[in-house]
C-alpha cells in the first residue's frame, strides 16, 4: 500500500511541475489575447485553480471515507 500512495504523490508532483499548462477555451483565449502576455497567463492561473479546485475536495472525501471504513474492518 505504501508503494501505492508514494507512486501517486509522485505523479501529483510530476503534474504540478510540468510545463505550461494552458486550460482555457476559445472565447477566454480571445479575451486573453486581447488583454495581454501578463493578464492571459494570470487567467489561465485562475481557471487552473478553479479546475483543481473540486478533486482536491473529493479527493480529501475520499480519504476519509476510506479512513474510516478502514478502521472498521
Known sequence: MKKLISFFIV??????ISADLWAQCAMCTKTSAQ????????????????????????????YRWWKSNKKEA
Open 11 to 16: 505523479m501529483l508532483l510530476c503534474n504540478m
Open 35 to 62: 488583454l495581454g502576455q501578463r493578464p492571459a497567463e494570470g487567467m489561465n492561473t485562475g481557471i487552473l485553480y478553479l479546475m483543481a479546485t473540486p478533486f482536491v475536495i473529493m479527493g480529501y472525501i475520499g
